[in-house]
């Protein structure tokens, strides 16, 4: 057999082998991570901007605190709707009822 054959299944050649394969497939894998990060970064900003633009077509009233009159609210627990209610919406949550 010949020398190359010989060193090609020595432990030492074999650790060298498997430690290159290890950096090879980190730095693969960083690479991808790194570039799906920016991909996703990419795409949250135009997802940030089509939803404004969306949300424009349908936000009427734009403010801190809305407040809705003569509401029938019906609750979802099977008790009665509660009518000429008055619903309070703060910083795009309902913040009371009544």
């Known amino acids: 057999m010949s020398s190359i054959r010989r060193a090609r299944r020595t ?3 074999l ?3 498997g430690i290159a394969l290890v950096i090879t497939t980190v730095g ?3 690479g991808k991570v790194a570039a799906q990060e920016a991909n996703q970064n990419a795409g949250g900003i135009a997802e940030d901007a089509a939803q404004d633009a ?4 349908f936000v009427a009233i734009e403010g801190a605190e809305i407040a809705i009159t003569d509401v029938k609210v019906i609750d979802g627990t099977g008790g009665a709707p509660l ?3 008055t619903v309070v919406i703060r ?3 309902i913040a009371n009822i009544g």
């Not at 969306?54 to 077509?57: G, P």
């Open 11 to 13: 432990p030492l050649f």
């Open 15 to 17: 650790s060298i082998v």
């Open 83 to 85: 009518e000429n209610q």
């Open 54 to 57: 969306s949300r424009e077509a």
């Open 91 to 93: 910083n795009g949550r």
């Open 28 to 30: 693969s894998t960083v």
